[in-house]
């Protein structure tokens, strides 16, 4: 220790010199690749510039859950970084974390950065929101789900591209029409839990688990298996076998099909634009996602997905200024609506959205403001703020393999639901045990 | 008869097994322990906390019927995978003994696929079988077979045993060319002059002298379809469709590394050392004894 010490006081002396102030470092890991991470890399590198008292170093560290577990691993060894990107699903097990996490709204109160909470969007901040309404983490990345239409396909099998898709009654009967004029691939979908359960029991207001979806409490218990959940599970079940909705996975594999010009309607998150409007040689169009006429108060708003940053614990009051005015930076307008119109995700505050819209982005792209309006047209209820629920990712594993029951029809929805509540409160109770 | 030599004193030979106790200990016995140990725990992701449970954890998998089933499940596929490996390995271990030209290409191409790395083999797998641009499928599709292992647990299972057992077939090749090569010609011969044509020789004089290798070799390929073939179930189908593919090594990873559930997963891997122990001592014991060295 004293050879370290001795080590560092040498190096000290000798660099001192050079570098009078040098910028407290703030380390940011993320899980974003490609287009993604350029364009995170590049809003780091505009925080550098713009100011020399921070300087944040941002890492790439795998997918979302590598990055989680890295972070877990990180802190365990006492060496985590200032910001970890969680995605939405490890929320409650961030949360449960006192003593690792430093809220967002504490951080921004020492860092004295600029933050006004009721700047952001409430669907979007709802879910990262504690009960006492202190926002705990900054969304960072939020998508909702939407319907694409391949408007080629539709014409193609002699369905009119223009008809009514706002209900799943109505697109229950494109569908048909659809098969019929000889479509192979009527409806595909990506994140088949976060869209057909989640998100389903969000916009018909039906709750998707008992204590608000668990924001009130870690004793929840899953109610997924309720009428309006089977229901619409029952009629997907029913297209599947009869081949008008085809199941290609458990992620976004769907999204290749869509892309190809494969399928005529998908279900999928805004933030699937980029890729779409990338790749798609047909004529593609978004509508907001279908609802079921006269279930619960549909349609109330969906939830998001996507990522928050959150603040680890144990750094010194200088660096989390620097996080601080990271993350302020970040919440600002111009760079907000920026990674808005880049990526495809939500804007996180409603002057972001503004701001794109009178820059008359939303004209020029048709169709790219159906997920802001659609999660922001309803003031949320206890039912579609989001969902707080720990071993969530579990959970959602066991739900896969569930729904893949109902689309081999192995099991009825029912009968596939009630398993998944069984399987899904057990982990729900150990997950209350291992953080009363 | 029975001549034993004997080291005087004891340093020496403490001195000498050193090495061996002392890598057993820190990579094996150590690490063994620490998940006995947190088996009995809850604890949190962050190691904030631990909540000790006894044998809570073991009580909690051992009443989930997804967990048992995840026995038979393991069960299938390490007996497929090892059948699928040794046996291909063996037929073509013999044909490439009988090849008199151009024997040292074929086997080097033989043995190239061991190379690969069992995620690369799920993914090229994978490719093939890709329900829409899989070439396989595709052919499959105009014999009129709708090949789907996404939602076919059959097929999915099919599929994770063929990747798993492809590059392992260079593995099991190369040994028994090796034992091949090292069976006597004279006793070969001497069945030939007795007129046993070559799959009778093959049946009752070279097969009971490939026994040894055949037994090591089983052993070897069940602990591989056990512990190895991780990658290439989570490439291929991350353990679905339902769970028709979770094999028990999976389900540690998915619960302690995807789930954070660190408790229930060292449980898991106390059970799995447990069971290859079992299978190890149940192969030496039984299955050794039909063995001829």
């Known amino acids: 220790m004293k050879k370290y010490l001795s080590g560092a006081l040498i190096a000290a002396t000798l660099f001192s010199p050079i570098s009078v102030a040098e910028p407290t470092e703030v380390h940011f890991w993320h899980a974003f690749t490609g287009r993604l991470g350029e364009l995170v890399a590049a809003q780091v590198d505009d925080f550098n510039a713009s100011q020399s008292d921070y300087k944040v170093v941002q890492t790439h560290k795998g997918n979302y859950s590598e990055t989680l577990n890295s972070g877990i691993a990180a802190f365990r060894a006492n060496e985590q970084p200032h910001i970890l990107m969680v995605f939405e699903v490890g929320t409650a097990t961030m949360m449960a974390a006192r003593g690792a996490v430093r809220p967002m709204h504490e951080v921004m109160e020492l860092s004295g950065a600029e933050f006004d909470q009721d700047a952001y969007i409430g669907a979007v901040k709802g879910y990262y929101t504690s009960t006492e309404g202190d926002m705990l983490s900054l969304p960072f990345n939020a998508s909702t789900p939407v319907l694409w239409v391949n408007r080629d396909a539709m014409a193609a099998a002699g369905v009119d591209p223009d008809t009514d898709l706002s209900t799943w009654q109505s697109v229950g009967t494109a569908l048909t029409a659809l098969k019929a004029g000889g479509e192979e691939c009527p409806l595909v979908t990506a994140w088949q839990s976060w869209i057909h359960l989640e998100n389903f029991s969000a916009y018909h207001d039906v709750p998707f688990a008992t204590k608000d979806n668990g924001f009130a409490g870690l004793d929840t218990e899953l109610t997924l298996n309720g009428p309006a959940q089977v229901a619409h599970l029952s009629a997907m079940g029913q297209w599947a076998k009869d081949g008008k909705f085809i199941y290609t996975g458990r992620r976004n594999e769907g999204g290749a099909n869509f892309r190809a010009g494969e399928c005529a309607l998908f279900t999928e998150s805004s933030a699937g634009y980029a890729g779409i409007k990338k790749e798609a040689e047909f004529d593609f169009e978004v509508r907001p996602l279908p609802y079921w006429k006269g279930v619960g108060n549909s349609p109330q708003n969906t939830i998001i997905g996507g990522a928050s940053l959150w603040v680890m614990e144990g750094h010194s009051d200088a660096e989390y200024t620097g996080a601080g005015e990271f993350l302020s930076y970040l919440s600002s307008t111009d760079v907000q609506a920026q990674w808005h119109q880049d990526t495809g995700y939500l804007p996180i505050t409603a002057a972001a959205g503004d701001a794109t819209r009178a820059s008359g982005f939303y004209a020029e792209n048709l169709g790219t403001e159906v997920a802001v309006i659609q999660m922001t047209a309803n003031k949320p209820t206890a039912n579609s703020n989001g969902l707080r629920l720990g071993s969530y990712d579990q959970i959602r594993g066991l739900i896969d393999e569930e729904l893949e029951a109902i689309w081999s029809g192995d099991k009825s929805a029912q009968e596939a639901m009630d398993s998944a509540k069984e399987r899904g409160d057990a982990l729900l109770r150990r997950f209350e045990s291992a953080n009363r | ?293």
């Open chain 2, 1 to 293: 008869m029975n001549q034993r030599v004997t080291f005087r004193g004891w340093w020496l030979p403490i001195l000498l097994i050193a090495p061996q106790v002392l890598i057993s200990v820190i990579f094996f016995f150590y690490p063994a322990g620490q998940a006995i140990w947190q088996s009995l725990f809850i604890p949190d992701p962050f190691g904030l906390s631990s909540v000790f449970v006894g044998l809570g954890n073991f009580e909690f998998l051992f009443s989930d019927k997804f967990y048992r089933a995840s026995f038979v499940t393991t069960a299938v596929f390490s007996i497929l995978v090892t059948l699928c490996s040794m046996i291909p390995a063996l037929f073509l271990a013999v044909m490439a003994d009988r090849l008199i030209k151009g024997s040292g290409t074929y086997r080097t191409m033989l043995i190239w696929p061991y190379a690969v790395a069992p995620a690369i083999a799920g993914v090229l797998w994978l490719f093939m079988f890709n329900t829409r641009v899989g070439v396989v499928s595709w052919y499959l599709g105009q014999l009129g077979y709708d090949w789907n292992h996404v939602l076919n647990g059959g097929e999915a299972m099919g599929l994770v045993v063929i990747a798993s057992a492809w590059g392992r077939i260079s593995y099991n090749f190369l040994f028994f060319l090796a034992a091949l090569q090292a069976v006597p010609r004279s006793v070969i011969e001497a069945a030939a002059i007795d007129g046993a044509r070559f799959w009778k020789r093959f049946w009752t004089v070279v097969l009971p002298l490939l026994s040894p290798t055949a037994f090591f070799l089983l052993v070897v390929n069940i602990v591989y379809s056990f512990f190895e073939t991780f990658g290439v179930i989570h490439t291929i189908t991350s353990g679905g469709p339902q769970q028709s593919t979770t094999i028990l090594v999976y389900k540690v990873f998915a619960d302690g590394f995807v789930g954070q559930d660190l408790g229930s997963s060292a449980a898991q891997s106390v059970v799995l050392l447990f069971v290859v122990g079992l299978l190890t001592v149940i192969q030496f014991k039984y299955i050794e004894k039909k063995v001829h060295y």
